[in-house]
């Protein structure tokens, strides 16, 4: 099997770690990237109201974000990464040198392997203990520094009530 074929234990933990990590700041700027075009975003209401008997038309208009329009903010609130591989255990004897003196380290290297046709035939490999990856994604309230930070762009441009022009 080539190296791209198999991995080491440590290693395929690491990069299963780091693509959750990579996901959830890709999601944040997503979601930042929605609140700053949300702010550029004016949002004009039309309706018809009853003045003195009369019908009149109206509109409410104001940004956004000041009519509580935010993006859906999601955080990976739990992972839970199943590996089901097939792992094969080696002894890794390293040198080391200390002094003069030459002094060998043993350690267990565990690598995985991709679980192909050909391995599962030659190796009478379950298919059912392949690789499996949950994440669960749900939605978050936003922060409240967020909030203020919107009331703040929602005090410079306020929701206005006015006659239809």
Request: hydrophobic fraction near 40%.
């Amino acid at each position: 099997m080539s190296a791209a074929e198999n991995a080491t234990l440590g290693d395929m933990i690491r990069d299963l770690l780091l693509a959750i990590v990579s996901s959830q700041n890709e999601a944040n700027k997503t979601f930042i990237a929605g609140v700053e075009e949300l702010a550029g975003t004016d949002v004009r209401i039309g309706y018809t109201k009853d003045v003195e008997g009369k019908k009149e038309k109206r509109e409410i208009k104001g940004n956004a974000l000041a009519f509580g329009v935010l993006p859906t903010l999601l955080t990976i609130q739990s992972s839970t990464i199943e590996i089901r591989t097939a792992l094969t255990v080696t002894t890794n004897t390293a040198a080391a040198a200390k002094s003069n003196n030459i002094r060998a380290r043993s350690s267990y290297l565990f690598k995985t392997n991709t679980v192909d046709a050909k391995y599962q035939n030659a190796y009478s490999y379950k298919t059912e203990t392949s690789s499996v990856i949950r994440i669960t994604v749900v939605p978050t309230p936003p922060s409240q520094e967020l909030l203020e930070a919107i009331k703040a762009v929602t005090n410079t441009t306020p929701i206005i009530d006015s006659p239809k022009t």
